[in-house]
């Protein structure tokens, strides 16, 4: 142990980061690997980084006990660590109540075992956030604006304390909109979309940052989205877990917006809203004016949620997305690609493959008609009115989802473009499913569907509605 004795500094210890070390294990996938997934190619590593320096919070006057309130002592330890080239704010185990933080360059918050880091909002210092504001303090209980190498790691708690301070509200304008009074939103929140919900602070976000990396914590009670990749690129979640009560407002497991080269793996979420969702922002919005591409999920759990989506905000556009050896058990959907008229672009190519599911309502969902439906609304597959091109119709194409089976499902799948931009290049091989009620319902697609069994207990296996082009190969 090295003591630094100049008083302005607080006592540090050399320290080694391992990168592995302290990433939670995920149950193992009963299959094996059959070959690589679709971007990881495309992938660079993240640069060789390593926090040297240990800077201990307590050293400012950070307690752990569950009362003293650490916002000022926790970013006072942050930012010296940073200004003395960077190293590990670590916290042990306890209760450590604080307002928003912000992470520096350098710098690796670490939580130890039996940790929690749990938000309070009794000094009102957290203020709403929206993929359509610039990033601000105070949006996130731990944000990361515009900085590099930074890291959050270990085995502890991060807790938004959701429940007592943000969910009560957002649930009673949630059952307000859904009774019909869509006025009473728009008036209090002009220009967001009613899907958002109301707009509240996120749990951890990275925004502008470069070479991130999220370790084997557990995310939960977060006040809206748990964890925010935006205008990033370089970021990496390993052993991430996340966990919110399903009826939980808003509470996306990782939402990933025009960001580029992310990795998520050995994740395990269980939330109220879109387990994984990947989206590239409004039309017209200054804050997100790139596409979200190469971005992996791999080798991880989906419980309840939504399922993996890709959109609806796709507004700059979607490119290379893989998805692979992932397990959902009793998501609303599996894997769901989902844009509108208002706010489409290029979206393809993607691929979803070796993928089991249990009790997925619909394990596919590709739609261009998306309207802030969960599922497949009616299950009708009736004529749409064509309308004109503009520069936000969507174009969803090369699609593959591929080794899939699902048992317990309700519906098979809903493949639905639209008369002016029909999906193309949809291509569904060793698909199996079961469904009990509705099979695969399409229109406006051009698909091939190859070796694949997909059985519906009350009809045919696949329904063909308008202009749709189908190819059923053994």
């Not at 002009?190 to 990396?213: H, K």
């Not at 569904?428 to 469904?435: C, E």
Request: charged content about 15%; glycine content about 10%; hydrophobic content about 35%.
């Amino acid at each position: 142990m090295v003591l630094l004795h100049n008083s302005n500094m607080p006592r540090c210890i050399t320290n080694k980061l391992n990168k592995g070390a302290t990433m939670t294990s995920v149950r193992k996938f009963a299959y094996p690997l059959s070959r690589l997934s679709l971007c990881c190619a495309l992938l660079a590593p993240l640069s060789a980084w390593a926090a040297t320096t240990g800077c201990d919070p307590t050293q400012f006057g950070a307690r752990g006990d569950g009362q003293t309130v650490n916002t000022q002592a926790l970013q006072q330890a942050i930012d010296q660590c940073s200004q003395q080239g960077g190293g590990t704010v670590e916290l042990g185990e306890g209760v450590w109540l604080s307002g928003p933080l912000q992470l520096r360059n350098d710098v690796t918050l670490q939580l130890a075992d039996g940790s929690v880091l749990q938000a309070t909002n009794v000094n009102k210092d957290f203020v709403a956030a929206f993929i359509g504001a610039p990033a601000q303090a105070g949006e996130a209980f731990i944000l990361a604006n515009g900085v590099s190498n930074v890291a959050i790691t270990g085995t502890g708690t991060v807790d938004g304390n959701g429940a007592q301070d943000w969910w009560p509200e957002a649930m009673t304008v949630r059952k307000r909109v859904r009774g019909g009074d869509t006025d009473y939103f728009k008036q209090r929140f002009p220009g967001v979309p009613l899907a958002n919900g109301m707009p509240r602070p996120w749990l951890i976000e990275f925004n502008n940052t470069q070479n991130a990396r999220i370790g084997g914590i557990l995310a939960t009670n977060s006040p809206m989205w748990n964890i925010v990749i935006r205008n990033s690129e370089q970021v990496e979640l390993n052993g991430t877990r996340v966990i919110n009560p399903e009826d939980s407002p808003n509470s996306d497991g990782v939402d990933i917006v025009s960001s580029r080269h992310v990795t998520l793996t050995h994740l395990d979420i269980d939330t109220g809203d879109d387990n994984v969702a990947i989206k590239s922002g409004l039309p017209g919005l200054k804050t997100t004016t790139q596409p979200s591409q190469d971005i992996v999920v791999t080798r991880s759990i989906m419980r309840r949620g939504h399922g993996i989506s890709i959109g609806s905000e796709t507004a700059n556009g979607i490119r290379n997305i893989s998805v692979s050896h992932v397990r959902f058990y009793g998501t609303e959907n599996g894997v769901r690609v989902k844009s509108a008229r208002d706010r489409g672009a290029d979206i393809g190519p993607i691929t979803a493959s070796h993928l089991q599911m249990e009790n997925v309502i619909t394990p596919i969902l590709i739609t261009e008609s998306y309207s802030g439906q969960s599922g497949i609304g009616d299950g009708r597959i009736s004529a749409l009115d064509s309308a004109p091109i503009s520069p936000t119709t969507p174009y969803i194409h090369d699609v593959t989802v591929e080794y899939l089976t699902a048992t317990g499902a309700k519906n098979a799948g809903f493949l639905s473009g639209l008369p002016e931009a029909p999906l193309k290049q949809i291509t569904l091989h060793q698909v199996n499913i079961d469904a009990s009620e509705q099979g695969l319902l399409t229109r406006y697609v051009e698909a091939a569907i190859r070796s694949s069994k997909i059985s519906n207990q009350a009809g045919e296996g696949v329904v063909s509605g308008p202009e749709a082009s189908l190819q059923m190969l053994n």
